[in-house]
């Protein structure tokens, strides 16, 4: 049974609002997305310099199922649209003393070289940690990814058998304490630690529930994407195009209309766009504080920040990289340090962690035809977190010192692009540069993250990293088919879906 045609108005195009509107339009609805950049995307964004594009944003692709759920609703495979890579090896992790561990796409693979590298009792720990982060993940994903937004009240409505499978999502420890539980290696600690990086949250208060993201990951699988994360967000680009998507850039959207407690439409650039239905894909403190109508706008209580990244693009020269794998990450000799430092004192560590992603060994993505591009980032705390100014210029130099001390790049290489925290700041107002809306510094988060059906508005719903389930690129895309989900219910669908992956 189909839904009754609305007019249906997207405000924003990251992964969420894109894929709402190629969903909601492949539903026979009419729908227009608006976007204030000169591009789509959101922060899986795309820069050119040189004569070369590059990706800004995501690197790394988890739970695929997510982008093949959304085109198969929508009558297609993903596989046509683009084609992912299994990476062997994936990451290469090094720390000062000389310790090096490669990560496979292949969970035997990646065993046996934890085993060649720390060694049988590492190994051990490390299998047995996975085995614990996968029960997480079986029993925390239906009740706080895949379904509707968690809530205290409907946790207790689950049945027996539900609740009882909740008790394996360790909610009361923390990242920090359940990894120092189970793993003694100091290096397979600093490899576990980083997970709560993905989310943006301080590991040392996050619960435990999040180190399920080791198993999303490593045993699910991480993967690149042929011609880099901007090739999914075209192949969806594409889906809303079929759909009749009505695709707008440089259109600000000034702010949501309503008319007694019922959305009726949005003001972009000065003009009124009339709708049945909105769907909000910019960051929930923005819509909170500058787009909902004054009369809706709830009393402010903003949750802390999630981490923030300062950014380059590196050209290094054609075969003068040694170090040839996807992704690169150096650890300092304290890791911890560094969420000590972001958290903490709102700085960026002394000595930071620096991740490094070879676009053209992920992505087959090329840069120029005689350099390679690489993309680098360092965690960083949300503008309004930082307590002093940061000299990002001596960071470049830093940075760009170990990267040659290391042989990931060469003397001869140059950077080319940079973005600060404030740089994501202005790109995404409301977000104060975090990468993925509030953190999850809580036992409570994931019932505090807003839900995608609005509760001040009728008609109005949310989708995006910093709605329900959260960030990245496949949550966002799970936001928006929920955000979907929730409209078409409330328009008609003869029966709710129980989960978008159902």
């Known amino acids: 049974m189909k839904t009754r045609q609305r007019r249906v108005v997207v405000i924003g195009g990251g992964f969420g609002g894109l894929s709402a509107a190629a969903l909601l339009a492949h539903r026979g609805h009419n729908v227009e997305l608006f976007e204030r950049a000169s591009q789509l995307g959101g922060k899986a964004g795309i820069a050119r310099t040189q004569g070369a594009d590059f990706d800004t944003g995501p690197s790394l692709l ?3 199922s997510a982008a093949e759920s959304l085109f198969e609703r ?7 649209h683009i084609t992912l890579r299994r990476l062997s090896p994936a990451f290469h992790y090094t720390w000062p003393d000389g310790t090096a561990v490669n990560i496979d ?4 693979l990646t065993l046996t070289n934890v085993q060649h590298s720390l060694g049988q009792a ?3 720990e490390f299998e047995a940690f996975l085995h614990y982060a996968r029960q997480i993940w079986d029993a925390s994903a239906p009740a706080f990814v895949l379904g509707d937004a968690p809530s205290l009240s409907g946790m207790l409505r689950l049945n027996v058998k539900t609740l009882a499978s909740l008790r394996h999502i360790d909610a009361s420890s923390t990242m920090e304490a359940a990894i120092c539980k189970r793993v003694r290696n100091p290096y397979l600690r600093d490899v576990l630690r980083r997970y709560a990086t993905y989310n943006g949250s301080d590991v040392r208060r996050a619960p435990a529930t999040l180190n399920c993201i080791a198993w999303v990951e490593m045993g699910l699988g991480g993967y690149g994407v042929e011609g880099g994360i901007g090739a999914l967000v075209q192949a969806i680009i594409k889906l809303c195009e079929q759909g009749g998507v009505q695709l707008h850039t440089n259109a600000h959207v000034d702010g949501i209309v309503a008319k007694q407690g019922q959305t009726v439409g949005v003001e972009v650039n000065g003009r009124f766009v009339a709708a049945d239905a909105v769907i909000c894909n910019a960051d929930v403190e923005h819509l909170k504080s500058s787009l909902l109508p004054l009369a809706s706008r709830p009393a402010p209580h903003p949750q802390a920040p999630s981490m923030s990244g300062w950014n380059m693009i590196v050209r290094v020269p054609a075969g003068q990289a040694q170090s040839r794998f996807p992704h690169t990450v150096l650890f300092p000799s304290e890791y ?3 969420f000590e430092a972001i958290f903490d004192r709102g700085e960026i560590a002394q000595s930071p962690t620096i991740y490094v992603c070879n676009q053209q060994m992920s992505h087959a993505r090329r840069g120029w035809p005689d350099a390679e591009a690489l993309f680098v980032m360092v965690n960083a705390p949300s503008v309004d977190r930082s307590s002093n100014q940061i000299d990002f ?3 470049s130099d830093s940075v760009m010192s170990q990267l040659t001390e290391q042989g990931v790049v060469s003397a001869a290489s140059q950077i080319v692009w940079t973005r600060d925290p404030s740089g994501l700041a202005a790109r995404f107002p409301g977000s104060q540069g975090a990468l993925y809306g509030a953190a999850s510094n809580s036992i409570f988060s994931a019932f505090r993250r807003p839900a995608n059906r609005s509760k001040v508005l009728r008609g109005l719903y949310l989708a995006g990293g910093s709605a329900h389930p959260g960030g990245g690129v496949p949550l966002c895309i799970l936001s928006g088919l929920a955000a979907s989900r929730a409209l078409m219910v409330d328009t008609g669908l003869s029966e709710p879906e129980q ?4």
């Open 499 to 502: 989960s978008v992956l159902g």
């Open 393 to 395: 210029t001596a960071l």
């Open 122 to 124: 590492a190994a051990s």
């Open 74 to 80: 929508c009558g297609q495979r993903l596989s046509e």
């Open 62 to 64: 988890t739970l695929p």
């Open 336 to 338: 911890i340090k560094e």
């Open 105 to 108: 796409h292949d969970l035997g």
